[in-house]
């Protein structure tokens, strides 16, 4: 993996996932970031957030509408209109990769009006302990290109500010719906 990596506290165990799913080939006019959070919520929880990609309003606050043309499947196009306030209103996005058993999603952004080109991104789950409950270890990264007149920094710097608010955002979902889940303590051995 090139590029920056905000880990958070991710660990060994997080180097790891990033290392095994988190590979982007990287040009020289691209930029590319992993950024990881931590949720106490089981992994089964937070995926089932994560993998509709035909709903990405569940939990991220800049979608407004979504609309998948055809079956969900790898391939699947979705058009995203994005609230105000972003430089942008639209975006067309193709599923690259669903994978339930491994609780992996890819994207790629294919088409919009936004300076975003050949965006591609993966999302992970996985699952840790935290404070003796179920948790999820939830790694996020991303190549794209930098746009004409903006710097490698720049672009980063607004790409992972957007995935920190989806990420938050998640966080505070899943959260919320853990805590009404009850989910037990496990057992310490």
Avoid at 96 to 109: Q, T
């Amino acid at each position: 993996m090139n590029g920056s990596s905000k880990n958070g506290g991710g660990g060994g165990g997080a180097n790891e996932y990033i290392r095994r799913h988190h590979r982007h080939e990287l040009k020289d006019h691209q930029c590319s970031s992993t950024l990881v959070r931590h949720i106490k919520a089981p992994v089964h929880l937070v995926w089932s957030l994560v993998r509709r990609f035909d709903q990405p309003q569940k939990y991220k606050p800049f979608v407004s509408r979504c609309v998948v043309q055809g079956n969900l499947e790898i391939g699947s196009l979705r058009e995203v209109d994005v609230k105000s306030g972003l430089p942008a209103t639209t975006s067309t996005e193709r599923l690259e990769l669903l994978d339930d058993d491994e609780h992996l999603l890819s994207i790629k952004i294919i088409g919009g009006d936004h300076r975003l080109r050949n965006y591609s991104s993966i999302i992970s789950l996985h699952p840790e302990i935290i404070d003796g409950r179920p948790g999820t270890v939830v790694i996020e990264s991303f190549v794209v290109d930098v746009p004409e007149g903006n710097t490698k920094d720049e672009t980063c710097y607004f790409v992972e500010a957007l995935i920190q608010c989806n990420l938050k955002s998640l966080c505070d979902v899943s959260e919320r719906l853990a805590v009404q889940d009850h989910t037990e303590p496990i057992d310490r051995l």
